[in-house]
């Protein structure tokens, strides 16, 4: 059988992709950016402020944004047509990030067990351990995406040197709350599992809390997230508080 | 408040509701029933909300007690299904009465059997949604003993019926591109659609593995390809160029390349095919993809209107019935709770 050639459209970013008969991706850039980033979370909120009915869900992952609508109230035709004069609107690529976002202080421990591969990634970034911490801590990172568990979120983007590649042998498994890097990002695992990613601190926090019916799951796209360097006793002692001694505050 | 008590139950079962939205963009899947159809069914049997709960069952089954007159439904994936011994007709709803033993099971085919309850499985719901997510172990783990509280039924008819077209052996499934469809080389898209695939014994709720004769399926630079949202539905290949249709719980990023996307409206019949089941894709265009649409809201109601009173012969029934399942129930010989 012969396939349609719009099978294989892919215009250059940003483009419009239909994803399946109910869904429509917005993307900005086909590898990591920051301002692609940027411009799906804005692309998002503008999206959201239409409340265009049919309009069923709203997304972004890390160069793209998403809608999931119903087609048989929002034909994907006229979906395509407002999202187009949307993209249109504007330079997507130099928007200001969207309100509404919420910065976070998370403590975390980069001592002994806690940090086992510190030493190997501050050595593959150029960096004494101290400085590599210095470093980890010294601004929020934003939240560019989330995925893998409900509230694990990828923290980004930190300097050039930390662009470590994954490491060929996965991890078994890391602990819920380990602190891991590669790829100019930081992770604070959501839940416990193998990652070809450098463990390289430990923090207490849960980042989902199914049973918290206010915030049950803690990060959203957007948000950004600062860690604390505290020693091993404090992390145990800070495990007791609320939100493990984690703060947050809205962003202005 | 009234309950269903568990005397036995197979692995893989669970509560299961339309799933919870809103949540995927912090990492949480929609989840819930992995035959949504089954659900609108058990629904419209027994006329009540398609929002209610329900036991999602797999090919094992289980054997369940009541403490107060209930109606329940039997819908998805057909079972041997009786009550105290008695044969009990498939896609239909029934009275089961405090001492009678319900007992499910095993599948005749398919993979997803429902059980659903009037008033609903009334357990406590977790981010709007009563719907178990297994890989996240939200919801009541099922075992020998476990008493589900149901909600309080409305009341309404039972002994309906509903002739539900067989999906339960996989066959034809149409699909519209998705996220990296475009970066497939025209001759492995050809390829795929002419590929019989079958249904793999690995597979859950996350997503069921398909395999093929043949070389396997990739796209150009695929390591590199940024990650993207995935929804249920998403015909993903893994890093060795094997597809996995993606079910409820599949995880809501990822960079491995979608070759293409299950329409809404067959995703039912790609999620109960069976180990060994065959099944084929084609793509559609957009204008036909949208032909076959239907809304959950209009599923729900022309599945309403195609309800039917069981209709029998009270002098013939238990001949009648006992013929039809010649090689399903041992009548009169009531499950006991007894544990696997």
């Given at each position: ?67 999931s609508f119903d087609p048989a109230t929002l034909p994907p ?6 999202l187009r004069e949307i993209l249109a609107d504007r330079d ?161 | ?140 783990k099922l075992e020998t003993g476990t008493e589900l509280p ?191």
């Open positions: 059988m012969s396939l349609p050639d719009t099978l294989f459209d892919r215009s250059d970013p940003p483009r419009l992709t239909p994803l399946g008969l109910d869904g429509m991706l917005i993307t900005f850039s086909d590898r990591m950016d920051d301002a692609a980033n940027r411009a799906a979370l804005a692309f998002r909120d503008r999206i959201d402020a239409e409340g265009w009915p049919g309009l069923r869900e709203t997304a972004t992952s890390l160069c793209s944004a998403y809608v035709a006229d979906l395509q047509a407002r997507w690529l130099a928007a200001d990030l969207p309100a509404n976002r919420t910065l976070w202080t998370v403590p975390a421990s980069f001592e002994g067990d806690h940090a086992p591969q510190l030493a190997d990634a501050a050595e593959l970034a150029g960096l004494s351990v101290e400085a590599a911490v210095r470093e980890i801590c010294a601004r929020p990172l934003r939240a560019l995406a989330l995925g893998y568990a409900p509230g694990q979120a990828y923290l980004g983007q930190m300097d050039d040197h930390w662009d470590l590649a994954r490491q060929k042998d996965l991890t078994p498994t890391v602990k819920e709350g380990a602190v891991v890097t590669a790829v100019r990002q930081l992770i604070i695992f959501a839940t416990s599992g193998p990652t070809g990613w450098r463990q390289v601190g430990m923090t207490r926090f849960k980042a989902f809390r199914p049973d918290d019916s206010d915030r049950p799951i803690a990060f959203a796209p957007g948000d950004e997230v600062q860690l604390r360097a505290v020693s091993a006793d404090e992390l145990e002692r800070l495990a007791e508080k609320p939100l493990a001694g984690a703060t947050h505050e809205a962003i202005r | 408040m009234t309950k269903l008590t568990v005397h036995k139950i197979g692995p893989g079962a669970s509560v299961q509701d339309l799933g919870r939205r809103g949540w995927l963009s912090q990492g949480l899947s929609r989840g819930g029933a992995a035959d949504r159809l089954a659900l609108l069914e058990g629904a419209a049997l027994l006329e009540q909300s398609p929002d209610l709960a329900a036991l999602e069952l797999s090919a094992m089954g289980g054997s369940f007690t009541v403490d107060a007159p209930t109606r329940i439904a039997l819908t998805g994936a057909p079972m041997r299904a009786s009550l105290d011994g008695e044969p009990l007709r498939w896609s239909a709803s029934h009275l089961v009465k405090p001492g009678q033993t319900l007992a499910l099971g095993p599948a005749t085919s398919g993979v997803w059997s429902y059980l659903s309850v009037g008033g609903g499985i009334d357990t406590a719901p977790i981010l709007g949604s009563r719907a178990a997510h297994l890989a996240l172990g939200l919801g009541p149901m909600g309080k039924d409305k009341g309404g008819p039972v002994e309906q019926i509903l002739e539900v077209s067989d999906r339960f052996k996989g066959g034809d499934i149409r699909i519209l591109p998705s996220t990296h469809t475009a970066l497939f080389a025209r001759e492995d898209l050809e390829r795929f659609t002419e590929t019989t695939f079958t249904r793999d014994q690995r597979g859950n709720r996350q997503g069921v593995r398909l395999k093929h004769d043949g070389a396997p399926f990739a796209t150009r630079d695929q390591l590199g390809l940024v990650s993207e949202v995935i929804v249920p539905g998403d015909i993903q290949m893994t890093g060795e160029g094997t597809p996995y249709i993606l079910l409820p719980e599949c995880q809501t990023t990822g960079g491995y390349p979608r070759i293409g996307s299950v329409l809404p409206v067959d995703l039912p019949k790609a999620a109960q095919a069976a180990p060994g089941a065959k099944l084929r894709f084609a793509f559609v265009d957009r204008d036909a993809a949208l032909a076959a649409h239907q809304s959950e809201d209009a599923q729900l109601t022309a599945l309403k209107k195609a309800v039917r009173p069981l209709v029998r012969d009270p002098a013939k029934m238990r001949d009648l019935l006992s013929y039809q399942l010649i090689s399903g129930v041992t009548a009169g010989r009531p499950e006991t709770g007894d544990t696997q």
